[in-house]
């Protein structure tokens, strides 16, 4: 098998593993082909696996080590690259640094992807950079200019054959704009056809993670639309293809929002310890912090104070066991009071 077969392979099982939510074993595949042992970045990896690699890393919080790949492949990309690859490697830049709080490189990378890809023939590429774009201006919060941002990039999309579930990300996220904002109410059109667009699409991490989202979006509206989707049903099917891709961290992410949703006390109590488990099973002290909280507070709303005050000495030590994790990314919650965009 030649260097490029074997590259291709790579790419392709990488790709496979992140449907599936394994993002850190598809990091690890990736480094092995993109990384030689000096790490320098070889030129002519400046491509979709680079890009996919500093995707991988986001995922699993690693953003240092994207912004390390991505700023070493920038100057190549600005010498050789050609507009469509400034498009992409300046827009995933721009994404981290927004991520991290970073508004003003956040800005000046946004700034010049949307750039890029307006001089290109690639409607997809503009309408990502769109979205990206629409975030920041709402994190930042011009709401006007994100609102165009998002109503373009949809603009955009309709022109796509094949646009790889952004359509219902950049639905996703005008759908929290205008239900957190002071614009008109979120109409039952635009909620159908966020539901359509996830559903509508292959089981994959990313399906179940936008079915999760758009079931809080609903949850969170105070008269959302009589025909809305329904919250726990959108959940019950996330956790069902979770488990079936073996994603044990979205499934945990599934049964921690069914514990909270409703239903009586036992049941809340033991999704959440369901939860809790599969928490504990992917190594994620951030999401174990959460579920743990979510039990405590529950054990004391049935007047249970011991197992309440043990289980909030549990987030203790959740916290104590990785704080940078917890605490990496949290650029969005502290300037918008929303830690999730898509």
Same mark, same amino acid.
């Given at each position: 098998?030649?260097?490029?077969?074997e590259?291709?392979?790579?790419?392709?099982?990488?790709e496979?593993? +992140?449907?599936?939510?394994?993002f850190?074993?598809?990091?690890?595949?990736?480094? #092995?082909?993109?990384? /030689?042992?000096?790490?320098?970045v070889?030129?002519?990896s400046v491509?979709? /696996?680079?890009i996919?690699?500093? !995707?991988?890393? #986001?995922?699993i919080? !690693?953003?240092?080590?994207?912004?390390?790949?991505?700023?070493?492949?920038?100057?190549? =990309?600005?010498?050789?690259?050609?507009?469509?690859?400034?498009?992409?490697?300046?827009?995933?830049l721009?994404d981290? !640094?927004?991520?991290?709080?970073?508004?003003?490189?956040?800005? #000046? +990378?946004?700034?010049?992807s949307?750039?890029?890809?307006r001089?290109?023939?690639?409607p997809?590429?503009?309408?990502?950079?769109?979205?990206?774009?629409?975030i920041?201006?709402?994190?930042?919060?011009?709401?006007?200019?994100?609102?165009?941002a998002?109503?373009?990039s949809?603009?955009?999309?309709?022109?796509?054959?094949?646009?790889?579930?952004?359509r219902?990300?950049?639905l996703?996220?005008?759908i929290?704009f205008k239900?957190?904002?002071?614009?008109?109410?979120?109409?039952?059109?635009?909620l159908e056809?966020?539901?359509?667009?996830?559903?509508?699409?292959?089981? %994959?991490h990313?399906?179940v993670a936008?079915?999760i989202?758009?079931?809080?979006?609903?949850?969170?509206?105070?008269?959302p639309?009589?025909?809305?989707p329904?919250?726990?049903s959108?959940l019950k099917?996330?956790?069902r293809?979770?488990?079936?891709?073996?994603?044990?961290?979205?499934?945990?992410?599934? +049964?921690?929002y069914?514990?909270?949703?409703?239903?009586?006390?036992?049941?809340?109590v033991?999704? =959440?310890?369901?939860?809790?488990?599969?928490?504990?099973?992917?190594?994620?002290?951030?999401?174990?912090?959460?579920? #743990?909280w979510?039990?405590?507070?529950?054990?004391r709303?049935?007047?249970?104070?011991?197992?309440?005050i043990?289980h909030?000495?549990a987030?203790?030590?959740?916290?104590?066991s990785?704080p940078?994790?917890?605490?990496?990314?949290?650029?969005?919650?502290?300037? %918008?009071g929303r830690?999730?965009?898509n």
């Amino acid at each position: 098998m030649d260097r490029h077969t074997e590259k291709s392979k790579t790419f392709e099982e990488g790709e496979e593993l +992140c449907r599936n939510g394994d993002f850190g074993h598809a990091a690890q595949l990736w480094e #092995q082909s993109l990384i /030689p042992s000096d790490g320098e970045v070889e030129a002519g990896s400046v491509s979709d /696996p680079l890009i996919h690699l500093t !995707h991988a890393y #986001q995922a699993i919080g !690693h953003y240092e080590n994207a912004l390390s790949l991505l700023n070493a492949a920038l100057p190549f =990309t600005e010498r050789q690259g050609g507009t469509l690859l400034k498009a992409l490697i300046n827009s995933r830049l721009g994404d981290i !640094h927004l991520r991290l709080g970073e508004m003003t490189q956040a800005e #000046q +990378c946004l700034k010049k992807s949307v750039e890029a890809a307006r001089s290109t023939d690639d409607p997809l590429i503009l309408a990502s950079a769109l979205n990206h774009m629409g975030i920041f201006h709402a994190v930042d919060e011009d709401h006007e200019a994100a609102l165009l941002a998002w109503q373009e990039s949809l603009e955009r999309l309709d022109s796509v054959a094949d646009e790889d579930g952004l359509r219902s990300k950049v639905l996703l996220n005008l759908i929290r704009f205008k239900s957190h904002g002071e614009y008109e109410d979120v109409s039952m059109a635009e909620l159908e056809d966020a539901h359509s667009q996830i559903t509508g699409q292959p089981d %994959s991490h990313a399906k179940v993670a936008d079915m999760i989202a758009l079931s809080l979006l609903v949850s969170d509206m105070e008269s959302p639309a009589p025909l809305a989707p329904d919250p726990a049903s959108l959940l019950k099917d996330a956790r069902r293809i979770a488990e079936s891709l073996g994603d044990t961290r979205m499934a945990s992410y599934a +049964c921690g929002y069914l514990g909270k949703s409703g239903g009586n006390d036992a049941e809340a109590v033991r999704l =959440t310890r369901e939860a809790i488990f599969l928490a504990q099973q992917t190594r994620s002290p951030e999401i174990l912090y959460r579920w #743990q909280w979510q039990l405590g507070r529950l054990f004391r709303a049935q007047g249970d104070g011991a197992r309440s005050i043990r289980h909030y000495q549990a987030i203790r030590s959740a916290w104590n066991s990785s704080p940078d994790t917890m605490t990496k990314g949290t650029g969005l919650r502290r300037r %918008s009071g929303r830690s999730v965009w898509n």
